[in-house]
């Protein structure tokens, strides 16, 4: 490790306020890179080029000054991180009175330097986790098997695993972050690494998972143990949800995507999963693509926007043209489809006899051609219609 020019001046000036004495920090060069007397800053200290090259402790008294060409006084002890001397540091004074001093303050800078490893280590490993991530959510997975592998390798990340894509909507819980600390670059790092570090001592998320903020979504390919999907999805989403609202306070809001088993298909859990999100709300705050009703919605969806809709695209022109004429009846079938096709729950749900709404299916049958209830591919062709519309509307 290289220590930065800015840290060692950090380190200095929170070192000054301690001892009220002059501390320099020099690089393995002997250059100092940190000092109270700004005259020094970047020049030669023979003392702290002896101690790199010695692997011990120099001290220079008042009548050696000579024999160390830019050093003055002091004890100067080497900056060791992983056995490997990283840096000098020095305080200024007479050896004898200084010289626990020193040891002090050379031990403080160590677990300083370390705890700044660990840190860098760590906002490394989230950067690479993000750009795995978002290689495996694009469009051309296939032509980038290549960079996935080295992307995957130093992460431990096991591409072959079965997982599914969550979301989590925490622009909220980023938000109370901002407000509290700032919206520097630092700080929005910091808060990221925060969510992530309190997701892995909760156990909500392991070795075999990913797990990245993008935006103000929470992000998570998870590989999931035994058990019915519908249940192991909600339940983990729900625990999630709950982790970070004792945490902080802030609502959260998340969807669960189908179990991914190629590759290619991270990108359609992904979009499952954005699904759920948007049908998300206060009392069902935690989605599943295998909730029933969110599967059947999400595939209805995708029947009627792809090379289906062209296929489906005169039956499409009929019933546009029939909804014109006669919306109300439109709307009669529609709430039809909701009830199952159930007449008498259909009829009490528009506040009409059963006499009224067979007419208005009558009627309907003859604006459009189908007949919805006499005909399950009449009443699949109404879902398909009725799911394009609502995708058509967001």
Sequence with gaps: MLIPDELAQRI???????????????????????????????????????????????????????LYPGSRPGVNLPLVLDDRVIGVIGVTGDPEEVRGTARLIKMITELFLERELLQNLALQRMK???????????????????????????????????????VADISGLLSGFVERYGSSELIQERSAEAVLQHLNGAGLVDGRDAAVILGGRLVCLKAFGPGELSTVTQDWLRELAASLVKWTGSRVLGGVGALVERLEDYAHSHGQAEYCLRRATGPRPCRSIYERELAVGYVLREAVSGPAA??????????????????????????????????????????????????????????????PLRRPDDALALRLAFAREAAGNG
């Design 310 to 371: 062209q296929v489906l695209g005169p039956l499409f022109q009929t019933l546009d043209a029939a909804i014109r004429r006669k919306p109300a009846l439109a709307e009669t079938a529609r709430v039809l489809l909701v009830h199952g096709l159930d007449s008498e729950a259909a009829a009490e749900a528009l506040g009409v006899h059963r006499n009224t709404l067979a007419y208005r299916l009558a009627r309907f049958r003859e604006a459009s051609g189908l007949d």
């Design 12 to 66: 200095v000036d929170t070192a000054q306020g301690l001892i009220h004495r002059n501390v320099n920090i020099m690089n393995r060069e002997g250059i100092i890179i940190g000092t109270a007397q700004v005259q020094r800053r970047g020049t030669f200290h023979k003392g702290a080029r002896d101690v790199v090259a010695l692997g011990r402790g120099v001290e220079i008294h008042e009548d050696q000054t000579g």
């Design 128 to 166: 690479n986790t993000e750009s795995l991530v978002e290689l495996l959510l694009g469009r051309n997975v296939g032509e980038n098997l290549g960079r996935l592998r080295r992307a995957a390798k130093p992460l431990g990340f096991d591409l072959d695993l079965p997982r599914c894509v969550a």
